[in-house]
């Protein structure tokens, strides 16, 4: 069972990098086209944004392979955190090559603005674009609500994940769809105005846009690539597991580690009851490892501390 609620997790994950692949790719397309007629910088840089965005699903799924591999002796616990590496890569791109492209476009097109053209193409991309990427967005959006707590935000819902492909493509995604506002805004107040200016100033905020989501997503899965924990809600839950057993004194210390979207490490500090034979004691660590896997299939390596067998000897 716990095989197969991994291999769901994986088709989710799958089902939302082809379809910010398939949207990216025809976006991008689309994008550069419009913007080599009309010479709009907005237009040009949401162009090299959706070509990051496909380079980034092709790392995400290079990831999500290399993440499947199976433990080997210099892995003993996996390749999980792959995926966690090769989204970091992605936050760099997406702040190199998105974010600082984009500002950089911008500002060397404020400095010598290209006439205005007529805006219709790029209206008609942007509405297209826009299409795409919500279908996109949508679909993940669906992945993340399959773990939202009752009363938590979609945002929360994110903070929490731990599942790279998912909150990776949420995170590009959001930033697409408020990058297409802005270029939108920029193109339509240059119309308006008859003035060059705003259509570069778009660009830059599209970049400094793509910095901060390169910022969020970096953060996200550089914490989950050094060690981070299951959760403090979970780690209460568990306790409580342990804390209801009656072969278990006390519990001191729980410390967990994500290594992987599906893979969790465990070690429990307890204390059992004294005069306990030791196969009482190996019973009751059994018994204790299939009520933790029953509640969370996620932990998937459960380590007691050499303590909590020498406190029950009389």
Request: include cysteine; glycine fraction near 10%; charged fraction near 20%.
């Amino acid at each position: 069972m716990a095989d197969e609620g991994k291999d769901d997790k994986k088709k989710g994950g799958n089902k939302v990098i082809y379809a910010a692949l398939a949207a990216n790719l025809g976006i991008a397309v689309a994008k550069f086209v419009v913007a080599a007629i009309t010479g709009s910088a907005a237009m040009l840089a949401e162009g090299i944004h959706s070509t990051v965005d496909t380079g980034n699903e092709l790392l995400l799924m290079l990831g999500e392979k290399q993440a499947a591999k199976p433990a080997d002796a210099r892995h003993p616990f996996g390749y999980g955190k792959e995926l966690y590496f090769w989204a970091l890569m992605v936050a760099l791109s997406v702040f190199s090559l998105g974010g600082g492209f984009s500002i950089y476009h911008g500002i060397q097109a404020l400095r010598n603005p290209e006439p205005l053209e007529d805006p219709l193409w790029n209206y008609l991309v942007l509405a297209v674009s826009a299409c795409f990427e919500g279908y996109s967005w949508n679909v993940s959006r669906k992945e993340l609500n399959k773990k939202r707590k009752p009363g938590a935000s979609l945002w929360q819902t994110m903070r929490a994940s731990k599942d790279a492909t998912v909150f990776t493509v949420f995170i590009e995604d959001s930033a697409a769809l408020i990058g297409l506002a802005i270029a939108a805004i920029g193109i339509t107040l240059g119309y308006i105005f008859d003035s060059p200016y705003f259509d570069p100033a778009a660009s830059i905020l599209i970049g400094v846009l793509l910095v901060g989501a390169a910022f969020t997503l970096g953060r996200e899965t550089g914490n989950l690539l050094v060690g981070e924990s299951m959760g403090q809600d979970a780690i209460r839950r568990v306790r409580g597991i342990f804390e209801d057993d009656a072969a278990v004194l006390c519990v001191d210390r729980l410390m967990s580690m994500q290594l992987g979207p599906e893979e969790v490490l465990l070690t429990a500090a307890v204390q059992f009851k004294r005069g306990m034979r030791i196969d009482e004691v190996e019973t009751a660590i059994a018994r204790l490892q299939k009520a933790v896997g029953a509640v969370f299939p996620t932990i998937r390596h459960i380590y007691f501390e050499s303590g909590a067998l020498r406190a029950t000897m009389p």
